[in-house]
């Protein structure tokens, strides 16, 4: 069973390590100060399969910590004996685990909540004593399990092997909760609080130590956002990147007049979400934080129904396509050019840029135009390759709404008006070399005399510079399947001492492209190092210690 540990050291791991084995729900201790875990609003700091691999910290302990005498082979569920007796499971836990650690009720017999409930067989009820039938601790934790995995709840991953993944009954502590609560999930909402009726007036403590009172601070059993993260999993995809007005750098001060709610001096859910309602807005959007979103220039409005007004002067009713859906008539664009509403956001710097020449439509492409992608007084337009607003939902193989998408690679819907074999024939890192094709990239030529001369000269983009590349090469994560692209985690790279040189540009938002690694201006070629991708390593090298 592993090393031996003292009693006392057990205690203190089992809180830190696996949180809550007292049940299901189990949350970090109330009474340990609140430490700040605000939103990372600049990386997403996504859950990970690792996180199932924590070491599970009973194996360190003998067996005769919890039982009688070391089970002998053969022992079952039904015929261990535990060191406490007959007085059962919650006990026993209790012995090293604080009755603060629980949200969830125990020591009660689910055939007689409302409505009655009835375990499944994989959630196993108390045994022995006078609460025999009733949800105990091992209810939903097993402590036997491989690895802690996810709190030591049953039916999740025993580590991230993609086996014990894929195997797995679960992957959302929601799916787990249903088994039981199934649509009655619903009922037992901790935001109705004490306004919900009778049978919430308990939900208060699902998340407060104690129950809030008017004139007193407000105290939380923990972080609110591990608090969220634990019904919504909202952090996991980082969905708050995509309505940060906080990064946008021209809301400074009406941010700090709009008083949102911080822990800690850090925005967290509560700060952009009431977790009481009673706002009138979607998802229990502050309203303050609405105001904000639809001023921003770096929040991402498209299929969000909070966020219609951000380019409609009134909100649709219903979605487009929908029976008794409003014409565009009677939800109007802010702005007759569809380019100028697009652009709002997308040539702020905040977002990401154009990548295709906007133009009035002449020659072959007339021709080529696919029916039913629109043009503004016969020119092109942003929403003529995207759908932009149409589609009434998000679908996630289509995350850039490109008509006629999915596509398998992105660039394939250029070949909807262009032809490949165009494209192969124009190469901008070649004619570059004849002081040719700047245009391709850059808004205007840059003076060649100056080039001549070796003057460094600033150049605008056409857009953004990983959109500009992957018009003419796949994109995917490389090196190692690793997406590298983006703004550097600060955090990862202190932990892992890695340092980008200055030798490899990042752009003006302080994100790794495509040219940090490579030189468009040489075909390609990786930056300072000879003999192609055979060096690779030595590029990496540059970055990432070995």
């Known amino acids: 069973m592993g090393n031996r540990v003292r009693p006392d050291m057990h205690r203190a791991r089992a809180r830190v390590v696996v949180g809550g084995i007292a049940a299901v729900l189990s949350f970090c201790l109330a009474a340990a100060p609140l430490a700040a875990q605000g939103l990372k609003l600049d990386t997403a700091k996504e859950k990970e399969t690792e996180a199932y691999d924590k070491p599970n910290p009973h194996s360190e302990l003998e067996c005769v910590e919890c039982h009688d005498v070391k089970p002998p082979e053969g022992t079952t569920a039904e015929s261990v004996k535990f060191k406490n007796g007959d007085k059962g499971n919650v006990d026993l836990c209790m012995s090293c685990h604080d009755a603060s650690d ?41 402590i036997h399990t491989k690895t802690a995995g996810l709190k030591l709840l049953r039916g999740f991953p025993a580590s991230s092997d993609p086996e014990d993944v894929a195997k797995a009954r679960f992957k959302d502590r929601r799916d787990l909760c249903r088994s039981c609560h199934g649509d009655g999930l619903k009922a037992k909402s901790p935001h109705q609080g004490k306004g919900g009726g009778e049978g919430q007036k308990k939900s208060c403590s699902f ?20 608090l969220c993260d634990f019904c919504h999993a909202a952090t996991r995809g980082g969905h708050f990147l995509l309505v940060n007005p906080f990064a946008d750098p021209n809301l400074k001060e009406e941010i700090a007049k709009a008083n949102l709610p911080m822990i800690g001096g850090d925005f967290t859910c509560v700060s952009c979400h009431n977790p009481h309602g009673g706002t009138g807005e979607e998802k229990f959007l502050r309203k303050e934080f609405v105001t904000l979103a639809l001023k ?51 040539e702020s710097g905040l977002s990401k840029a154009n990548a295709h020449p906007i133009k009035v439509v002449e020659g072959v492409y007339k021709e080529r135009i696919p029916a039913g992608w629109p043009l503004h007084n016969g020119s092109l337009t942003c929403l003529t390759c995207h759908t932009g ?20 690679v992105r660039n394939e819907v250029c070949w909807n008006c262009h ?31 100056k080039l001549k001369a070796g003057v460094e000269q600033s150049v605008k983009f056409k857009g953004d510079i990983v959109l500009l590349c992957i018009r003419c090469h796949e994109t995917f994560d490389h090196p190692s399947s690793v997406a590298h692209v983006g703004k550097p985690n600060a955090e990862k790279m202190a932990e892992k001492n890695i340092k980008i040189p200055k030798e490899l540009p990042l752009d003006s938002l302080g994100r790794v492209t495509c040219a940090t690694c490579h030189n468009p201006h040489a075909t390609g070629e990786l930056r300072g190092v000879a003999g192609g991708m055979g060096m690779a390593m030595m590029l990496c090298s540059k970055c990432h210690p070995f």
């Open 296 to 346: 921003s220039a770096r929040v991402r409005p498209h299929f969000m129904k909070a966020f219609c007004e951000a380019c409609h002067t009134v909100r649709p009713k219903l979605p487009k396509g929908a029976p008794g859906a409003q014409t565009l008539a009677e939800v109007p664009l802010r702005s007759e050019d569809p380019n100028a509403l697009c652009n709002r956001c997308h």
């Open 102 to 142: 629980n949200v969830h009720p125990i020591n009660i017999d689910p055939t007689k909540a409302t409505p009655p409930i009835k375990a499944p067989e994989m959630f196993p009820l108390e045994r022995m004593g006078a609460l025999k039938g009733s949800v105990v601790c091992s209810t939903c934790h097993f």
């Open 389 to 408: 607003g149409d589609s009434p939902v998000f679908d996630p193989v289509n995350p850039n709404f490109l008509r006629g998408g999915p596509y398998k």
């Open 207 to 226: 998340c407060h130590g104690k129950e809030p009172k008017e004139g007193e601070k407000v105290q939380f059993t923990k972080n609110p956002v591990e």
């Open 419 to 449: 032809r490949q074999a165009e494209f192969a024939a124009t190469n901008p890192h070649e004619r570059i070399n004849n002081l040719e094709g700047c245009e391709f990239c850059h808004q205007t030529k840059p003076d060649i005399e």
